[in-house]
T-cell receptor, first 109, second 115 residues
Framework: KQEVTQIPAALSVPEGENLVLNCSFT??????LQWFRQDPGKGLTSLLL?????REQTSGRLNASLDKSSGRSTLYIAASQPGDSATYLC????????FGKGTRLHILP | DGGITQSPKYLFRKEGQNVTLSCEQN?????MYWYRQDPGQGLRLIYY???????QKGDIAEGYSVSREKKESFPLTVTSAQKNPTAFYLC??????????????FGEGSRLTVL
């Protein structure tokens, strides 16, 4: 059974720092992995999707990597800003879509 | 603009009442999903549908029902049989099949409170 873990559950960093969020999964036979952002009381916003054949995807200050063999993905945020404060979730798709519980990120002004 | 619209945003219900949450998408997506989100827990799948007039139970379907009469619409009914219905409900959709990435898109959610 696929399990998705995101550690840490919460993270606070000063504005301007580069940071890495982690996502690990137990079964490497996935179709894709998707990163989302969720603001309080809102729905999920898709940030990046990495297909199983890809190693990374980039969008602006965000870069997501995928290492299927080790069951890991990272979301790199460059030059963090207070507006980046949110909960970040990853989800893997095999025959189902399994979500992690998210990392709550707080960027300190 | 293309997207997923959920309504109502907030809903209050007395115990014993059924309520229906609306989900409409104009993305021409084949697949639609309903998730439940509770504090401290990940998203849990209630029901999903990959094609009109067909749907499957997810991990926590008891006490819920759905219909998929139109491609763009996937309403969720929370019945009185659902023991703990207070939660945040999220609808999502994706394009499935060969040649598509399967990227998942979400609505803004509906918060249901049972009084």
């Amino acid at each position: 059974k696929q399990e998705v873990t995101q550690i840490p559950a919460a993270l606070s960093v000063p504005e301007g720092e580069n940071l890495v969020l982690n996502c690990s999964f137990t079964d490497s036979a996935i179709y894709n992995l998707q990163w989302f952002r969720q603001d309080p009381g809102k729905g999920l916003t898709s940030l990046l999707l990495i297909q199983s054949s890809q190693r990374e995807q980039t969008s602006g200050r965000l870069n997501a990597s995928l290492d299927k063999s080790s069951g890991r993905s990272t979301l790199y945020i460059a030059a963090s800003q207070p507006g980046d404060s949110a909960t970040y979730l990853c989800a893997v798709k095999d025959d189902k879509i399994i979500f992690g519980k998210g990392t709550r990120l707080h960027i300190l002004p | 603009d293309g997207g997923i619209t959920q309504s109502p945003k907030y809903l209050f219900r007395k115990e014993g009442q059924n309520v229906t949450l609306s989900c409409e998408q104009n993305l021409n997506h084949d697949a639609m999903y309903w998730y439940r989100q509770d504090p401290g827990q990940g998203l849990r799948l209630i029901y999903y549908s990959q094609i009109v007039n067909d749907f499957q139970k997810g991990d926590i379907a008891e006490g819920y029902s759905v219909s998929r009469e139109k491609k763009e619409s996937f309403p969720l009914t929370v019945t009185s049989a659902q023991k703990n219905p207070t939660a945040f409900y999220l609808c999502a959709s994706s394009m499935s099949g060969v040649g598509y990435t399967g990227e998942l898109f979400f609505g803004e959610g509906s918060r249901l409170t049972v009084l």
